[in-house]
């Protein structure tokens, strides 16, 4: 993944501010974990107001993700515990999101709302842990314009909460529930063929 994405150049001011003081990278994994759960519960809460709320705080969390990573590097505070910590939050932040949304669309879904958070819960973990923890596929991020706007997949997050402002968060999260698990199983099977050597 980059460390030089459009979400990294922003969240840089701040983190060269807090890199002197006693912060730590896994301080701010903590409040990335916290936000992100607060995130799903106001999801969760559905109606009007709490799913707006939830989107607000989401994209704290996804501004959150970077600035621990890049607090590491620009304070030499970096760890192995420090990332591994780093991806689990990461992951469980995203899974949590969408299973928040499901149950906040039982309104609409009833029983199938929980139950296609999960499945699109379930897809983003298995995708995030392929393509993070056990690299099965290099990404390299998106670019536009140059070198002005980079883009990690993971970035296009930033989706959740513009939908659910939209509107749009029971589509979505359909669409969720059937592409990431499907992609996952893609890669892990386009993975098993490449060492089987097919």
Known sequence: MSTNTLIHRIVRPVVRRIARTRITPNYVTTLRLVTGIAAAA??????????????????LAMLLDRADGELARQSGRSSAFGHRYDLVSDCASNILAFIGIGVGAMPSLGALGPLLGILAGLGIGALFWQLNALKIVELRPYSAWGDRINADPDDALILVPVLVWC??????????AVITPLAALWIGFGALRAARGM
């Open 167 to 176: 509107g749009a968060a029971v589509p979505a999260l359909i669409a969720a």
């Open 42 to 59: 106001a999801f969760a809460a559905g109606g009007g107001f709490w799913p707006a709320v939830g989107g607000g705080v989401f994209v």
